[in-house]
């Protein structure tokens, strides 16, 4: 049968007794505040369709890359999980056998908050109280089978059920937005909008990028073989998504360098760009010089900016070839903020109205360089902890760095950036159980009053995302 999965309701609480109360209390007071998701990677496809998911395998484990990279990691190839390959080559089609696999290494997860997530969907969503292992494997498999067809685990009832108040969707300046289209004509209550990740046309060395930028321009009309033309299709593209319910633009470069150059250099490089001419130097500030432009846009547009920097994306060059982006091969790259960001904060750094949201992949630079940074320009707020680090102590060592000296309110509260739609209400729920851990500590000093620590953990929760993300 397996053992029994336990959900202590004091899970993630002060060991303390005294602050553990605290943590209670104020627990009491977030627990059954909406969902505010303004940041993920969910499918728009799901909301629109309102389909059943297929079956478990598909819905856990194929679009997981927190769960597949573990599992590559030691020795399980991903032609045996199913993930599809770029050359069309044979993979496991059978889900039953993939989920076996996957019970065999569950072992794996052993103190990581992917364990966490699974156990929370499985025991609050499904009612599984017992720990997934390879004697089980087929019985849950059948229970998750059994349950998926059915109304109440349909996408649009889940979303409601999970009580989420808005979500965002990352997609591309190509995409048509037809599945948004879709959810908005259907009369559906639920809030599921895009958000701008304009990567693929302004990153040089997207693969494809000059051939992105030409269908840029046949969607908008504009020219996008001139420097002038290619600004003003990707403003027309921003106030498309505007339209849509967009808020916010997402850019995942590698590094977070702006720059400001003049009209003549950014048309120079702009040239080399679109003939695949530009060395690794030239590509970097060539990103610099569009996030600065980003920046510029949401001047008119009054869209959120916010920067993932930090990350060295497809690192194993054989996984890349063979599967292609997003196989969980993307590792954490040393990021500088302090003279990155200068000559776009020179620029902008003290417009009013405007805000930038950085986020990061390198904890060094958490009380070094983005608490001081945030700490002082109007335009910044920190994200939460992000990818890598949105687990128990990631979120608790963020706190612990950034709060001294940024404050709470330099920040937007969560956002749980997952591919994973039943995992949203485990990652707010760890996320509000973190804060109201910490908030205990500094009620328990004496650092702060309990009545203001309720406050703040509301503000956490709820209000400053959806401040923050205009919601």
């Known amino acids: 049968m397996g053992r029994a999965i336990v959900m202590d309701n004091d899970r993630l609480f002060p060991s303390d007794p005294a602050q553990r109360q605290i943590a209670r209390r104020l627990y009491g007071e977030v627990k059954d505040l909406p969902i505010i998701s303004p940041h993920g990677h969910t499918d728009p496809r799901w909301y629109a369709d309102d389909v059943p998911f297929s079956n478990p395998t598909d819905l856990f484990l194929v679009p997981d890359h927190y769960l597949f990279r573990m599992l590559y990691s030691r020795g399980v190839p991903l032609e045996k999980l199913g993930i599809p390959r ?5 993979v496991e089609t059978d ?3 993939i989920w076996r696999l996957f019970a065999e290494h569950y072992h794996l997860f052993r103190g990581t908050p992917s364990r966490m997530w699974l156990e929370h969907v499985f025991y609050f969503l499904f009612g599984i109280d017992r720990r997934l292992d390879p004697a089980n494997a087929d019985e849950i498999y059948d229970r998750l089978a059994a349950a998926l067809p059915r109304p109440e685990f349909r996408p649009r009832a889940l979303y409601d059920r999970f009580n989420i108040e808005a979500l965002a969707t990352t997609d591309s300046p190509l995409d048509s937005l037809e599945h948004h289209r879709k959810i908005v004509s259907s009369g559906w209550k639920g809030k599921v909008v895009p958000a701008f990740r304009p990567d693929p046309v302004v990153d040089p060395e997207f693969p494809g990028f000059a051939k992105n930028v030409a269908r840029l321009g046949e969607i908008t009309g504009e020219d996008t073989a001139v420097w002038e033309g290619y600004l003003s299709a990707l403003a027309a593209r921003r106030w498309f998504f505007k339209e849509m319910g967009c808020t916010s633009t997402d850019h995942g470069h590698p590094s977070a360098m702006t720059a400001d150059l003049d009209i003549s250099a950014c048309r120079a490089l702009f040239a080399k760009a679109l003939q695949g001419e530009l060395d690794t130097r030239e590509a970097e500030l060539f990103r610099g010089q569009m996030l600065t432009e980003m920046v510029r846009m949401s001047l008119d547009d009054g869209l959120v900016i916010q920067i ?3 990350a060295f994306r497809n690192h194993n060059e054989t996984l890349f070839r063979r599967f292609g982006r997003d196989k969980g091969a993307d590792i954490p790259l040393r ?5 990155a960001l200068k000559p776009m904060l020179d620029r902008f750094g003290n417009e009013p109205g405007l805000t930038v949201v950085l986020f990061t992949l390198d904890e060094t630079a958490y009380s070094r360089e983005l608490a001081p940074l945030a700490g002082h320009y109007p335009i910044l707020r920190l994200g939460p902890p992000w990818w890598y680090f949105d687990s128990p102590e990631g979120m608790m060592r963020f706190k612990r760095l950034v709060v001294e000296t940024a404050g709470f309110y330099n920040t937007v509260g969560f956002n749980d950036d997952t591919r994973a739609f039943l995992s949203i209400p485990a990652r707010h ?5 973190i804060d109201c851990a910490f908030l205990a500590e500094l009620v328990g000093r004496h650092q702060l009053d309990e009545d203001e620590a309720a ?3 509301v503000d956490l929760a709820y209000r400053l995302a959806k401040e923050a993300y205009k919601f």
């Open 86 to 90: 770029e050359d069309q080559g044979p």
């Open 95 to 97: 889900p039953r056998k």
């Open 308 to 310: 993932h920097p930090g």
């Open 335 to 339: 990021t500088d903020y302090t003279r």
């Open 429 to 433: 729920d760890m996320a509000r159980r």
């Open 455 to 457: 406050e703040v953990a």
